[in-house]
């Protein structure tokens, strides 16, 4: 199959299952016209990510990774009223971005965004005992993946889910001698979560307009 063909079938599954919302395409449309990069991801699996929090009930959830907010409104819709979301961006033109895309679809007092790098958020939201969380979705810089999923299990508790993003990354992740750091940290990520007493997961490839890709799921047992 080629890419049109996944892309096709990814549209068709939009068109049957994702009905077509004001709100999300703004964010898209303002993400855009900021200039943002267009790694956000589709909205099949923004809705799976969805589906996952709705599934575990999720009240509390971590997102590491803003961009413009596309998933975060996603997953925040997943809240109940009294739900919390915190979500982690690096670039601080990014986070208004997200903070109006958020605002606009009446999240602003679900979703709070932080700016700086994660490496230095997560310990302070440890220190503030900000945990635990029921969800965390990590989707930012995939060299340091291994180091966010240690500061989520440190956010999370047992029955917790924690789902790491681009992690086939077109196949690359097989090539074990490869240079590229964002493969390297994938990989890693894959041996922490095998090797890990309190994680149990799993990965599933993905093709569609962004090509061939795949997402982790792991469980928080313990």
């Given at each position: 199959m080629?890419?049109?063909?996944?892309?096709?079938v990814e549209e068709y599954v939009v068109d049957r299952l994702l009905p077509a919302d004001e709100v999300l395409s703004a964010a898209l449309a303002e993400s855009d016209a900021a200039g943002l990069p267009q790694i956000e991801v589709s909205p099949p699996h923004?809705?799976?990510?969805?589906?996952l929090a709705r599934s575990i009930g999720a009240r509390a959830?971590?997102?590491v990774g803003t961009?413009?907010?596309y998933s975060t409104i996603w997953l925040g819709r997943a809240l109940p009223e009294?739900?919390?979301l915190v979500t982690l961006e690096y670039a601080e033109a990014h986070a208004e971005v997200a903070r109006a895309?958020?605002?606009r679809a009446g999240l602003a007092k679900v979703a709070e965004v932080r700016v700086g790098p994660a490496l230095d958020s997560l310990p302070k939201l440890v220190e503030e005992g900000a945990g635990p969380f029921d969800l965390v979705f990590i989707d930012a810089d995939k060299v340091n993946n291994p180091r966010y999923v240690e500061w989520a299990l440190k956010l999370t508790r047992p029955g917790s889910l924690i789902v790491v993003d681009n992690v086939v990354r077109g196949g690359a992740v097989t090539d074990g001698s490869g240079d590229d750091p964002s493969v390297r940290g994938t990989r890693e990520t894959f041996d922490l979560v095998a090797s890990h007493p309190r994680l149990d997961g799993t990965a599933v490839q993905t093709v569609g307009g962004?090509?061939?890709d795949g997402m982790l799921i792991a469980r928080v047992t313990d």
């Open positions: 080629t890419q049109d063909q996944w892309k096709a923004a809705k799976l990510l969805q589906l959830i971590l997102e961009l413009g907010g009294d739900g919390r895309n958020l605002a962004k090509g061939w």
